[in-house]
């Protein structure tokens, strides 16, 4: 599966992005969907993954409250609705997929990448 995502921007701190995250092939809904995230020295980090139907989601405590993952699955679509930004926020957003449910928060069980979306949230 190819993934392209797309929606970051330059934001002030309270505000809102909504991230997208579009796939191709015809096997998106048999992919859990995740967003990962990584600041300018720092590793890449999970943010939030979803199952296959949209049933089970999962959020970093970071952000728990704040961001909602979501997907269509008639779209080929994830979206990651960000609210209440805060300047640590600021990073490269990634998509990514997998197909078996386990470690749902480790990067390196993710086999499909997007190529990533700058959010920056000014203070």
């Known amino acids: 599966v190819q993934l392209q995502a797309s929606g970051g921007g330059l934001v002030q701190a309270g505000g809102s992005l909504r991230l997208s995250c579009a796939a191709s092939g015809r096997t998106f809904s048999s992919y859990i969907m995740a967003w990962f995230r990584q600041a300018p020295g720092k590793e890449r980090e999970f943010v939030a993954a979803?199952?296959?139907?949209?049933?089970?989601?999962y959020y970093a405590d970071s952000v728990k409250g704040r961001f909602t993952i979501s997907r269509d699955n008639a779209k080929n679509t994830v979206y990651l609705q960000m609210n209440s930004l805060k300047p640590e926020d600021t990073a490269v957003y990634y998509c990514a997929a997998k197909s078996a449910a386990s470690y749902i928060r480790d990067s390196e069980r993710y086999g499909y990448w997007g190529q990533g979306t700058q959010v920056t949230v000014s203070s």
């Open positions: 979803i199952t296959w139907s949209g049933s089970t989601t």
